[in-house]
Nanobody, 127 residues
């Protein structure tokens, strides 16, 4: 069982920056791929970014949705059991609830690959 807790969301102006954090409990954090997804009311949860597991067993790289490439950066700190999402040049269309999730198999750019999910953190970008 893995528990995930997101933090760092908030209200920011168009063009601003935020850094989201996701702290994971449990062991073997490095054996999970970690992803960030977002969701707005009435829409399906969409992929934002993902970083491969880093335990030396299998490496699947880092992936971004086209809509955030060049603006968002995902990173992980296995010593702290934490994954981050640095979000720069934020736009109003980035407004959503952001979720982190962990995956042990599957295509890490898809919702279906993820087993454990955090409770989400709201990001609001004002114009």
């Amino acid at each position: 069982q893995v528990q995930l807790v997101e933090s760092g969301g908030g209200l920011v102006q168009d063009g601003g920056s935020l850094r989201l954090s996701c702290a994971a409990s449990g062991r073997s954090f490095s054996s999970y791929a970690m992803g960030w997804f977002r969701q707005t009311p009435g829409k399906e949860r969409e992929f934002v970014a993902a970083v491969s597991r880093s335990d030396g067993i299998y490496y699947d790289g880092i992936h971004y949705a086209d809509s955030v490439k060049g603006r968002f950066t995902i990173s992980r700190d296995n010593a702290k059991n934490t994954v981050y999402l640095q979000m720069n040049s934020l736009k109003p269309e980035d407004t959503a609830v952001y979720y982190c999730a962990s995956s042990s198999f599957g295509r890490i750019t898809t919702v279906e690959a993820y087993i454990y999910w955090g409770q989400g953190t709201q990001v609001t970008v004002s114009s």
